[in-house]
């Protein structure tokens, strides 16, 4: 489990001065739809969970990792609403699946009210949260980088077979856990994971996310942080 995602308290259901709120957010049919419909497309392709799991995990780690290094709280709650309508455009197509997502969140956060300044920023997030084409270029979108990108846990793999795993099964399937600290004072931000190498191998992990760390660590740096890596309690970056 990523163990810091869980800390922040939902916040109210209607926000002060009509801001739109995270729980306003979650709780709209059509992000539900979205989100829903992306999942099941990303089952068929065969990949793993993108449902309201990773969606509700990546909005806690996004918004707690702001909050962490002391930004506005409204920063911080514009972040969570970028990471739980992230993986949306996947309804639409895993190709540049990120710049689909930013459109439907702008239909979505225009309807609920949200002012332009406000929805131009999730949508920037958004839209840079995809390694091939994606770049930290504001705090909320490091932050949503880091939530996404932190996400490698056992309970995301679909496939009851373990003889018909592929590597990212495999990889997911042996992380025990994931945990995602910030320290504030000394600027450190580190993903910290447990991976059973029985399941798979530490060489399998960097196969397929070292582009992904190396994102981790541009976004870190966005941050005015160093990002550290740790498996299995060694640093290794
Ligand atoms: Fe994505
Ligand atoms: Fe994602």
Known sequence: MTGMAREKKTGDAAGPAGRVTIDQVRRDPEVKAFIKKADENLEQLGYTEHGTRHAHLVSSIAENIL?????????AELAAIAGYLHDMGNGISRLDHGIAAALLAQTVLRRLGMPVEEYT???????????????????????LILGDKSDVHKS????????????HDRVNFASQKSFVSVDGGAKTITLELEI???????????????????MCRRAAEFLGCRFS????????M
């Open 121 to 143: 920023e999730v949508m920037c997030a958004i839209g840079n949260h995809e390694e091939e084409y994606g770049e930290a270029v504001s705090p909320i979108s490091a932050a």
């Open 67 to 75: 909050l962490r290094l002391g930004r506005p709280q409204r920063e």
């Open 156 to 167: 995301r793999v679909r496939n009851i077979e373990p003889a018909a795993f592929d590597i």
């Open 196 to 214: 059973d190498t029985a399941g798979s191998q530490v060489m399998e992990y960097f196969e397929i996310f070292l582009s992904r760390m190396v």
């Open 229 to 236: 890596l740790v498996i299995n309690k060694s640093i290794l």
